[in-house]
């Protein structure tokens, strides 16, 4: 029994929509690369057309264009699986291959043909819904902003490595004051 969580991207909005397809609906999928088109009428999307553009396995590891097999470990430059660092830096990675088959959990796919119907429709998502929480990220950021420039970050610095040589200097000096005393503490005990 196949199941997917496929995650369909819609270039035009920005948005992104996800659902799970399971045994009759899932099938049309065990067998294909990524990069192939897939008809949205085999699970429910009548008039779309999608691309397989990645997807996961059930562990996580991602899916990577021109690996065969389902999972190989790989050394990485960058791309699928691996950000990159600097230049010349490579890791050693797991990623899967590129062909769905019952151990993928997640599909990725991009709309390259749209229906009759929008994706915001078919899903039942409100259009003003996605619109009000577009408009509170960009207000959560001016908040944080404000924050950080309400708090100098330098003076606080200065402050603070000012006030470390003199803690410094009170420090060794009530050590010096210990030192003595416990050597003549020592003395004693041996006489």
Known sequence: MASFKLCISDPSTGKTFQKEVKDSMARPFVGLNIGEAVKGDNFELGGYEFQITGGSDYCGFPMRKGILGQRKKITVYGGVGFKGAEKGIQRRKTVCGHKIHDNISQINLKVL???AKKLNEIFGVPEGKQEEKAEAKPAAKA????????????EEKKEAKEEKPEAKKEHKAQKAEEKPEAKHAAGQKKE
């Open 143 to 154: 908040e944080k902003s404000e924050e950080k420039e309400a708090k100098p970050a330098k």
């Open 113 to 115: 043909k749209a229906g």
